[in-house]
């Protein structure tokens, strides 16, 4: 097949393409650096051109509620329009787990509209939602740093390594679409709390972690389900403290 993944340059979307082009696929991988815009429409058309299946795994430069409202819209809508006029046949995005739970955080409430926009845009469709990454801790440790103080949610997380998100999307590229939503995630449920205590402890960081159940995630507060999946989701086998243990032996 010849599949087009926007966002092919990030986390995820590297690894996918080399993912698939290792099972033999033709692969673009489409972004601002290589020519293509989802938000001017820039290289798009060119880029969809005899694609069978077109993977969105971009994300917003800026988490500002109206600029990532305003990103996803305007690029799901571009991508829909060229996918329609290069006649795909499959339509794949990445979202998040909790997408449609968490209404007050401006990011998932862009994400819900991207999805929106897909179910309704006419071409055969998947979406994966995935849990939290295991490389996000050190974002969500700094979103949540007060001097030397950390403050972060007890609620619920069910962290999931990228390769195994990944692994997951690829699956779904090379299936037939099925017009629904699908999840993946980790192996293990914890607090959010506990998950970047380890962080914090293992990478030896002198920061002080303070559980708190009213800790806002990312402008939101979580409870146990806010950021789990459900009772069919696809789920890793990689559990954190061995993941994370891998990548200080690397550094």
Do not use: C
């Amino acid at each position: 097949m010849k599949i087009t993944v926007i966002g092919g340059t990030g986390l995820i979307g590297s690894k996918l393409v080399n993912q698939l082009r290792q099972l033999g696929h033709t692969v673009l991988a489409a972004s601002p650096n290589s020519g293509v815009n989802t938000i001017t429409g820039e290289g798009l058309n060119e880029a969809l051109k005899d694609a069978d299946v077109v993977v969105d795994v971009s994300n917003s430069p800026s988490f500002e509620d109206e600029a990532v409202m305003d990103f996803f819209q305007t690029s799901t809508l571009n991508l829909l329009s060229a996918a329609t006029y290069a006649n795909v046949k499959h339509y794949v995005a990445l979202s998040i787990v909790g997408t449609d739970r968490l209404p007050g955080s401006g990011y998932l409430r862009a994400k819900n509209r991207q999805e929106d926009l897909i179910k309704h845009g006419g071409i055969p469709y998947t979406i994966l939602r995935s849990t939290q990454f295991f490389e996000f801790a050190g974002r969500i440790a700094e979103e949540g740093t007060n001097g030397n103080e950390v403050h972060i949610s007890t609620g619920g997380i069910q962290p999931i390594a990228s390769d195994e998100t990944v692994a997951a999307l690829a699956d779904i590229v090379v299936s037939q679409p099925l017009n629904g939503i699908v999840e993946v995630g980790g192996p293990e449920r914890m607090p959010m709390s506990e998950f970047i205590r380890y962080y914090l402890d293992i990478t030896e960081d002198p920061r002080q972690l303070v559980a708190d159940m009213h800790a806002l995630y990312f402008g939101v507060e979580l409870n146990d389900t806010s950021l789990v999946t459900g009772d069919h989701a696809r789920l890793g086998k990689i559990k954190y403290e061995d993941w994370l243990s891998k990548q200080l032996m690397k550094a």
